[in-house]
């Protein structure tokens, strides 16, 4: 595939259930990254096109709103029935713009399809509670009523499943949605905003408006946006954070990871190696789950991981998403490749011993992709960048410790706190690991423990900024508020007029 003779494709974005072209003058280019060339050019909104697909959204929020619960879950169903349909084209978008493999990219589909099938028992989920008779004749109930305008901003990584983390559930409770996905692979998420449409969504609950800073700009400053779903960077999160909630937005900004994998002297190394490989390599390392550090209690586990990783790696097949065999795509583009091998070189200077090499590789029939190779440093160190940074790309750090509680320590004392694992037989240790580490998702011989939909997805600490975690229950709480109601009619006791609190239950 040569530069030349590509068609660059014009994107545009989707509002009120129709494709909209942009109407500044700013496009952001969409990499094919497996081939290094440019394929689609996304427009890049200004303000006034993020308020209006705000003005549409805030429209057709009292009709949704109103819209019975179960005409909701079923528009979940039609969507879900319309996603696995088009699976094959949908993997291929993901792929033909992120680079993973189209199996990686199906399986991405479906887990954020399971946060959908979540969504279809939301009459069950939003059921209030109720207190008859909480004094004479006085009833009590909570319910749980939408926000109004939501809005998700998400990262290149899962252009996908992160989408589908946040819109079913938000539209499933009875808010409205716009959605500015990553600029780097945007074609997935419009084409999911289309389905939903097809899916019988009314015009306006499901927006979707592509840009970069400008557009999340306007979205965190507009008063009639009420909240904000975040996924990206630890820097962007921190800043959406605070301007979100300066402006009173609710705001769940999940971010970045250094996800570190604690190897036990008694762990299976058979079961071990094929962790690491899955969970450092798979993707190009780019999951916010991957595993980045192995710690080595004492020497002999990397001894050994080295020993049985090495001749892995040399087999991994490294190319593009087109060859059915490929195990390890490209990461997102150029200036990623850069980096990641920018990182590579700082390590060297930092004297971490560099037993596998990336830098460099070559993929025949894909010259210009943006590979890079599987890496491995051992002996890296706390104080070194490879340790301290989320490098977001296939290298592998194994740092030695002397002992378990170093190791937990080292850990707990990250500022980082999305994920980890501990891989032992021990169930003492590996208990005793759950209930110390400061980390929010915990494996055992798990390396990337990331809840089911039913259950909530979030870090701790840097990981993540607010007080809600993604999916599961901590979603619906997200994106509903409490409404409490207490009654009483006029047939009931009459007490006369009432001037001083009373104890429970004497209203
Ligand atoms: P990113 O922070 O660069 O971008 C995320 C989103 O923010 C994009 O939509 C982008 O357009 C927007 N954005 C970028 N710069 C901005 C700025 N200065 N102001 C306002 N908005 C801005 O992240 P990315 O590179 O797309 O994704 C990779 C990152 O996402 C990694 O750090 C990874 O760990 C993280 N991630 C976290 C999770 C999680 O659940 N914790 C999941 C997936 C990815």
Redesign the pocket.
């Known amino acids: 595939m040569k530069q030349e003779s590509i068609e660059i494709q014009k994107l545009h974005h989707f509002v009120s259930g129709q494709r909209v072209p942009g109407t500044g003058n700013r496009f952001g280019d969409v990499y094919n990254p497996a081939f290094g060339v440019i394929t689609r050019q996304v427009p890049l909104a200004g303000a006034d096109e993020v308020r209006q697909a705000i003005s549409v959204a805030e429209e057709a929020f009292p009709q949704w709103m109103a819209t019975p619960v179960g005409r909701r879950a079923q528009l979940m169903f039609n969507f879900r029935d319309l996603v696995r349909a088009h699976i094959e084209e949908l993997a291929e978008l993901v792929s033909s713009e992120h680079g993973k493999t189209i199996e990686d990219a199906k399986g991405s589909i479906t887990r954020g399809l399971e946060v959908v099938e979540f969504a279809c028992g939301i009459p069950q989920l939003l059921k209030g509670e109720y207190s008859a008779g909480v004094a004479s004749g006085v009833d009590s109930w909570g319910m749980r009523q939408p926000l109004g305008v939501c809005a998700g ?6 252009p996908a499943m ?1 989408p589908m983390w946040m819109f079913p559930l938000a539209i499933a409770c009875g808010n409205t949605f716009v959605l ?5 692979d945007p074609s997935c998420p419009l084409r999911l905003a289309e389905l939903m449409q097809e899916a019988g969504l009314p015009d306006g609950v499901l927006n979707v408006i592509n840009g ?2 400008e557009a ?1 700009d306007a979205l965190l400053d507009d008063e009639r946006v009420q909240a904000i779903s975040f ?4 820097p ?1 999160g921190e ?2 954070y605070h301007r979100g909630t300066a402006h009173n937005k609710r705001v769940q900004a ?4 250094k996800n570190h994998m604690v190897v036990m002297p008694d762990a299976d190394m058979d079961q071990v190696t094929d962790a690491v490989l899955g969970a450092a390599y798979g993707s190009a390392g780019e999951r ?1 789950m991957a595993i980045s550090v192995v710690v080595s209690v004492g020497d002999e586990p990397a001894d050994r991981l080295i020993e049985q990783l090495i001749p892995r790696l040399d087999n991994l097949r490294v190319g593009p998403y087109t060859d059915p065999g490929t195990e390890m795509g490209p990461v997102i583009n150029p200036a990623a490749k850069e980096r990641i091998e920018g990182y590579i070189d700082k390590g060297v200077e930092e004297g971490a011993i560099l037993v596998r090499d990336g830098r460099g590789i070559r993929v025949p029939g894909s010259e210009n992709g943006c590979f890079v190779g599987a890496t491995v440093f051992d002996h890296v160190t706390p104080d070194m960048c490879i340790y301290t940074d ?1 490098i ?1 790309g296939p290298v592998l750090g194994i740092v030695r410790v002397r002992s378990y509680d170093e190791a937990v320590q080292m850990i707990s004392d990250n500022p980082y706190g ?1 994920g980890t694992a501990i891989f032992t037989r021990d169930g003492d240790s590996a208990r005793e690991f759950c209930d110390r580490v400061r980390i929010g998702m915990v494996g055992v011989n798990v390396p990337i423990p990331v809840p089911l939909a039913f259950h909530s ?1 979030g ?1 701790w600490k840097n ?1 993540l900024f607010g007080d809600h975690a993604m999916h599961g229950p901590e979603g619906i709480r997200f994106y509903t508020r409490l409404k409490t109601i207490t009654t009483r009619w006029p047939s009931g006791i009459k007490e006369g007029a009432v001037f001083n609190f009373k104890a429970g239950g004497e209203h």
């Open positions: 901003i998400t990262p290149f990584n899962f992160v500015k996905p990553s600029e780097r970069d800073r999340v996924v990206g960077s630890t962007v800043y959406i999940l971010c970045g990871a916010c989320e977001f999305n997805f870090g990981s």
